[in-house]
């Protein structure tokens, strides 16, 4: 049998009994670590499972899936993801695959930073659509988020943000010459998530959001350091320092609030006395 | 020290290693049991946990939290929630009065129905807000779902619908004369769901979805025995039989889909041949 089994967010002990029950008695067990990592390395997940454990960079999941695959009719083979196997990344591909060579397949949830977001304080109810921000440069600055957003606010709904992470990637200069050198892992912070953010509402102009929208800055979900910090768009651009080390995430807030949200999120405010009168006058009671 | 700790979506060993620790740890355990279940009974839980656990009734966690915040600043109290502790309904009330009695909280993330639907095939990305159904009785008809279901198919999204549960309720007329009796639990059941929907429909007559709109049944999402059955909202009237027991979930599906979801969710159709000829004609290729 095929297992993709949901680790959740952060430490080595958020995997389900059930899923480590399976990872214990599995002929092999892969790690997928390249859409999301846990605030732990696999040296401490292969302590804690009492076995080795085999990273799968894209490569591997996404043109070697046979291999991942292999035997998985007759053994069990454990997939491992951060978060829940069908959250922030669907992995429906291998699954199909998978379908396709008659294995069957068994998944175990877990929590995702899509549920897991819950924690500062909205409700879940009222977010709309998901988007995904990555780093710009120079030449490229892709900017759908920013339609995404606009739909989203345009019925009072909160945007949850995404920030992208670069793993085992090679520089444009090592990839033309082959070489296999990868630069240093690169997580994406609040801070340059806000930057992005209010660099595209500069160039399009259509006051999707501005330097005063409140949103709250996440680092750590679940984790036992998890640390959210709510201000204006503006402050978060230089929250960083308060919110420490990653994984960040961003929600924007819609319009569409309760007081209790108010009351709960307040206690996160880089300045609460901006929140308040923010709150007050673009936020409360504004269905 | 107060734990909120969430206990996945269906068996007692979806718990996280991280929640059983705290839970079998603690001086009190508590198990919220009126806004969704488990699929196994609190005896199944309390043998796995080695422990008794307290079952905290509406009435217990609204008007009488201290009760169960007794203490909970020098010893460790869990409060165990199905799904996550802030998914499909937050708890955010008794921790902003563990926080005013100066008393510690501390979350355990875990599955929760908003993120564990993906396990149908959809994108979790194009999912809008969420939307509740309750039971409709000859005097109380809520529709405020239909303006939801609106908003989120006028941006394309999916709409994830949750259904009405009933534990421990009075009849009227038990109310009335104070008598502490019981109706038994009821689960609405995703035919139940659909045919409130199209019972709406036909009252208002604005065409946010119809007969020959597309929806996924879910069956115990996340559970040994999960089921997902996918058709029309007509067909999903009479797919009860294929479902089996609760809990259910149901999600409308917008227009903003990909051909891997298609592939990946016509297996569930009841049937392929009405899914993929309705898929061609309403929802491929539309953004």
């Known amino acids: 049998m095929f297992y993709l089994v949901g680790l959740g967010l952060s430490e080595e002990t958020d995997i389900t009994v059930k899923g480590l029950e399976i990872v214990r008695k599995a002929s092999r067990v892969y790690l997928e670590a390249y859409t999301s990592i846990l605030l732990v390395d696999k040296t401490v997940l292969e302590s804690f499972y009492g076995r080795p454990v085999i990273v799968a960079d894209r490569e591997m999941v996404e043109s070697n899936s046979d291999e991942i695959l292999h035997n998985a009719a007759t053994e069990d083979v454990a997939f491992l993801v951060v978060g829940d196997p069908f959250g922030a990344t669907t992995h429906t591909d291998i699954v199909l695959r998978a379908r396709e060579l008659n294995i069957p397949v068994g998944t175990v949830p877990n929590a995702s930073i899509m549920s897991g977001i819950g924690a500062a304080g909205l409700q879940l109810y009222n977010f709309g659509q998901t988007v995904s921000m990555v780093f710009f440069t120079d030449s490229w600055r892709p900017a759908s988020f920013y339609d995404r957003i606009k739909e989203n606010r345009s019925i009072g709904l909160h945007t949850l943000v995404l920030l992208d992470i670069k793993v085992k990637e090679q520089s444009l200069e090592n990839m033309a010459r082959g070489r296999k050198i990868y630069e240093p892992p690169r ?8 930057t992005q953010m209010l660099e595209i509402e500069e160039e399009k102009g259509e006051g999707v959001y501005g330097p005063g929208s409140l949103a709250i800055g996440a680092a750590r979900v679940g984790g036992k350091t998890e640390k959210f910090v709510a201000g204006t768009l503006k402050e978060l651009c230089d929250a960083d ?31 609460q006395e901006t929140w308040d009168r923010i709150w007050k006058a673009d936020y409360q009671g504004k269905q």
């Not at 997580?187 to 806000?194: E, K």
């Open 241 to 271: 320092d308060l919110l420490g080390p990653p994984l960040h995430s961003l929600v924007l807030l819609g319009r569409r609030t309760h007081e209790l949200e108010h009351d709960y999120v307040r206690q996160f405010a880089v300045n």
């Open 187 to 194: 997580y994406m912070s609040v801070g340059t998530c806000s």
